[in-house]
């Protein structure tokens, strides 16, 4: 407090009304930082950058987790101490809760993950769903599939139309870049484009298990949900879009430019953690 107060009052005067001795207060200020102060300088000056390269959009949950993966030893409060310290914050999510009609489940379909997202392979579990995101000019309807493996976006599409082609057109894409001839399971909710004929025909032509969630139970697809989640808190919320192609084109950036490139580089780590 002396040291922030130096310049509006005498340093001897404070000194006395706080009974601490002027010298001791000088040879305080001589004294060389501490290694833990110049470790969370250095702490300090890596979330600043990690921060500014995610737009402003990491808290200190997220912050914490990417320090972990880059080799940082810290904890979760150190890191969230720090953050508040220095004015470092993140964009929280918004609760949002939604009723839409569920369509019914064909009857050779069951729920085959029973909210198990995780893979032992890459191409073997996707989950996928659709979105809405906003525009000036109406609606941009999005599909994404998601390869529970490592968490990537390896499908997509966007139309101003929500029809069983938006996400067929999503699965195809996903197909061209998987790279090993396993069986592939893909989960979804009930909406109708998933129930279609047409998009049942197409998994089974193409030899992918369906799997649906429960009746109501937007857990059953938690890890789809998830993406979609970051992406509007991390992009599409702070964004007006005039058109959908402004809207396409950003959507594009953050999977391809933004999320799946911090999802490769975590793996990465993951796999050079392993190999050590």
């Excluded at 006395?16 to 930082?33: D, E, H, T």
């Excluded at 987790?65 to 310290?85: D, F, S, T």
């Excluded at 909406?191 to 197409?202: A, D, N, R």
């Amino acid at each position: 407090m002396i040291e922030r107060c130096r310049d509006s009052f005498p340093v001897n005067r404070m000194c006395r009304l706080l009974k601490v001795s002027s010298s001791g207060y000088y040879a305080w200020r001589k004294r060389p930082p501490s290694a833990r102060t110049v470790a969370n300088q250095r702490l300090v000056k890596k979330i600043r950058h990690l921060h500014d390269e995610s737009q402003g959009v990491m808290g200190s949950p997220r912050m914490w987790e990417e320090l972990q993966y880059q080799g940082e030893r810290c904890g979760l409060n150190r890191v969230a101490r720090l953050m508040k310290q220095h004015n470092i914050v993140g964009i929280p999510s918004r609760q949002q809760w939604k009723r839409r009609r569920s369509s019914q489940r064909p009857n050779h379909v069951r729920n085959h993950l029973e909210r198990d997202f995780t893979a032992k392979q890459p191409g073997t579990r996707w989950v996928t769903d659709i979105t809405y995101i906003r525009t000036g000019e109406g609606w941009l309807y999005l599909t994404v599939v998601v390869d529970l493996y490592c968490g990537s976006v390896i499908g997509w599409s966007m139309s101003h139309r929500m029809d069983k082609q938006l996400v067929i057109q999503a699965v195809l894409m996903a197909l061209w870049q998987k790279k090993n001839k396993l069986p592939v399971i893909l989960h979804s909710d009930r909406g109708s484009q998933f129930t279609s004929h047409e998009y049942q025909q197409f998994l089974s032509g193409h030899n992918i298990t369906c799997s649906m969630s429960a009746v109501g139970s937007c857990y059953d697809n938690a890890a789809a949900e998830s993406f979609f989640g970051l992406l509007k808190r991390e992009r599409v919320n702070r964004k007006h879009y005039l058109t959908r192609a402004d809207a396409r084109a950003d959507v594009f950036d953050y999977i391809e430019m933004f999320y799946n490139k911090r999802k490769r580089r975590k793996l990465e780590n993951v796999r050079q953690s392993t190999l050590n």
